[in-house]
Structures are given as C-alpha cells and as structure tokens.
Nanobody, 124 residues
Framework: QVRLLESGGGLVQSGGSLRLSCAAS????????MGWFRQAPGKEREFVAA????????AYADSVKGRFTISRDNVKTTVYLQMNSLKPEDTAVYYCAARGGVVAATSLNSYNYWGQGTQVTVSS
C-alpha cells in the first residue's frame, strides 16, 4: 500500500520559512517523480513544485520561483519543500504527490498517489 505522509506545516509570520517533508512508503521511490501542490480555501488545487527521479530536473510555479526549493533523498524515500520568504498568499493545504514517471510533471492529473496534506498558514 502506497503511503505519502506530509509533515512540517504550521503557522509562520510573513517573511518566515518552513520546510515540508513527505515520507513515502509502499513504492519504489527512486522510480517516481514527486510533486508538491497546494489548495487554498475556495480555490482549486494548484501546482507548486516537482522533481524528477534523480533530481536532475525541477519545475516551479511562477508564484514560488526563487523562494521555494524542492529536493529529494532517495535513500530516505523523502521529498522536501523548503519555503522561504513566505507570504500570506502562500496559505494553503500543501499536498505531496507521486508519479510513476521519470520527469518532473506540473499537471495534477499526471500523479498517481497523494498524501493527506499539511496546513501552512502565513500571517501578515
């Protein structure tokens, strides 16, 4: 059974930082590209960042480029999202997702497995 477990969310002031983690189990992690998505209240789920299986290719949404960094540890079967210079508009539930493909993908429909999400709240 595939399981993706996010952690690291919380409440932070504007300009602060958080590091999200997503621990994966039940799949051959090194064969899956990984992504982070987010969903704010009343809005659709949107792409944030993605990373290929060997981390050679990364993609970011324009809204987070230069502030967020995605990384992965294939030994620990964990993907991370380092979030710096956080803004109130980054407030959302953040979801980790796994895709059975090599390259980083930005489309929500490309992903096979999803975590339950972790709340990130940025106060102004």
């Amino acid at each position: 059974q595939v399981r993706l477990l996010e952690s690291g969310g919380g409440l932070v002031q504007s300009g602060g930082s958080l590091r999200l983690s997503c621990a994966a189990s039940g799949l051959t992690f090194s064969s899956y590209s990984m992504g982070w998505f987010r969903q704010a209240p009343g809005k659709e789920r949107e792409f944030v960042a993605a990373i290929s299986v060997r981390a050679g290719n990364r993609a970011y949404a324009d809204s987070v480029k230069g502030r967020f960094t995605i990384s992965r540890d294939n030994v620990k079967t964990t993907v991370y999202l380092q979030m710096n210079s956080l803004k109130p508009e980054d407030t959302a539930v953040y979801y980790c997702a796994a895709r059975g493909g090599v390259v980083a993908a930005t489309s929500l429909n490309s992903y096979n497995y999803w975590g339950q999400g972790t709340q990130v709240t940025v106060s102004s």
